[in-house]
C-alpha cells in the first residue's frame, strides 16, 4: 500500500490541476467538469463489514491517478464510512489540488446538528475543509432559513468554500438564494439522457440564467440505459466511434454550466468515462439526443423533487 500512495502522490504532483477543464463557481471554486462519486464504497445505509476497503480506496487513487481531482460524498454514505475510506485515500495529496464534496443529511439540517455534521465530516475526510458542501434534500420538519444560517456560519469561518444544494425543487433553489450570503454555487441533480425532470420542471434552465452549476448525479443511469435505449444509440456511437457511457456524458457536459460525478471502480471504464472528454457532439446529434432518446421519465424514480 504504501507504494501504491507514493505512486498516486507523484500523479498527483504532475497532473496540473487543469487537466479536467473547470467551471469556475460564483464563490471562485474550480469545479471539474467531470467528478468520482463514493456512493455504495464502504457499504450502502450502513458500513458494510464485509466490503473490500482495500478495493475502494484503490478506485479513489487510481482516480486521481487518471487526474480525477473532484470527489463527491456524503455523511449518508455507508454511515460516514465511505468519508474515511476517502481520508484514507487522501493522505499526502495536497490540498489545494483536491475539490472535496459532501452532503449534511435531510434529518441533520437543524442549525446545531449541519455544525456537528460538517465537522464530522471534515474530521472523517481529514481535509480541513470541504470545498463543496450541500444540503442532501429537503426537510420538511427544518426550515431553509434555520439551515442556512449554519451553512452561512460554515462558510464565514472558511470551514467550506461553495454552498450547494441537492434534490431541491426549483422554488427552494429560488428561497435558498436569498437566505445564502456566499453566491449558492451548485445544484445536485438527478439528470441524465434517462431522467429529465430538472428539464420539465424549468430548474436546470433556471439554474443555466442564474449561473448555478448542475452537478448531474448518475450520468450513467448505473450502466442501466434499456435496450430500446441503447438501439436508439447506436448510429451515434457509430458515428462518433464512441460507447454508450462517453455519449451519456459528452451529451451532460455539451451543456452549459453542467458538470457530472460518476461512480466506477474499473480501471477500463475510468479512462472510458473520461476520453468523454474529447467528444463534441454536433448540434443535431445534441438536439435529437435531447429531443427524440426514448423512454425519458419526466421525474427521478429515486429522489423525485416534489
Ligand atoms: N445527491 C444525491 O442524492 C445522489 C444520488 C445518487 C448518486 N449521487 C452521486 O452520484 C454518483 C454517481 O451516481 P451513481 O453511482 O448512482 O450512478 P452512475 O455513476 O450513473 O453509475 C455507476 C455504475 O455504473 C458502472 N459504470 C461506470 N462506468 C461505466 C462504463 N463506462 N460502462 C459500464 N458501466 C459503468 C459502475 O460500475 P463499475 O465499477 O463496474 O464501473 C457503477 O455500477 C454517486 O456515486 C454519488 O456520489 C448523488
Not at 193 to 201: A, G, K, N
Not at 260 to 285: P, V
Request: charge should be negative; aromatic fraction near 6%; glycine fraction near 8%.
Amino acid at each position: 500500500m504504501r507504494q501504491s500512495l507514493e505512486n498516486v502522490r507523484a500523479h498527483v504532483e504532475q497532473s496540473v490541476k487543469g487537466d479536467i477543464p473547470t467551471l469556475r463557481l460564483r464563490s471562485g471554486v474550480e469545479l471539474p467538469l467531470l467528478g468520482l462519486g463514493t456512493w455504495g464504497f464502504g457499504g450502502r445505509e450502513a458500513r458494510d463489514p464485509s466490503n473490500d476497503d482495500t478495493r475502494d480506496i484503490r478506485a479513489i487513487q487510481r482516480a486521481l491517478e487518471h487526474g480525477i481531482t473532484h470527489i463527491d460524498t456524503a455523511e449518508a454514505y455507508a454511515g460516514g464510512y465511505a468519508e474515511e475510506l476517502i481520508g484514507k485515500a487522501l493522505v499526502g495529496i495536497p490540498r489545494e489540488r483536491l475539490v472535496i464534496g459532501s452532503k449534511v443529511h435531510d434529518a441533520h439540517l437543524a442549525y446545531h446538528s449541519i455544525l456537528g455534521a460538517a465537522q464530522a465530516s471534515i474530521d472523517r475526510l481529514g481535509c480541513e475543509y470541504l470545498d463543496l458542501y450541500m444540503l442532501h434534500g429537503p426537510s420538511a420538519q427544518v426550515g431553509l432559513a434555520e439551515s442556512f444560517s449554519a451553512l452561512n456560519e460554515l462558510h464565514s469561518r472558511g470551514r467550506i468554500k461553495s454552498v450547494g444544494l441537492s434534490n431541491f425543487p426549483l422554488e427552494k433553489v429560488r428561497e435558498a438564494e436569498a437566505l445564502s450570503l456566499a453566491p449558492l454555487d451548485f445544484v445536485q441533480l438527478h439528470y441524465n439522457l434517462s431522467v429529465r425532470e430538472i428539464v420539465e420542471t424549468g430548474l436546470l434552465e433556471y439554474c443555466q440564467k442564474a449561473q448555478i452549476a448542475v452537478v448531474a448525479w448518475r450520468p450513467l443511469e448505473k450502466g442501466k440505459f434499456s435496450p430500446e435505449q441503447v438501439a436508439f444509440l447506436k448510429p451515434l456511437t457509430d458515428k462518433y466511434g464512441c460507447t454508450v457511457s462517453q455519449l451519456a456524458i459528452a451529451w451532460l457536459l455539451r451543456q452549459e454550466g453542467v458538470a457530472t460525478i460518476f461512480q466506477t471502480r474499473n480501471e477500463d471504464h475510468l479512462r472510458e468515462n473520461l476520453s468523454a472528454l474529447n467528444i463534441q457532439i454536433e448540434d443535431g446529434d445534441y438536439c435529437a439526443l435531447r429531443d427524440q432518446f426514448p423512454g425519458t421519465l419526466s421525474r427521478s424514480y429515486s429522489r423525485p423533487l416534489s
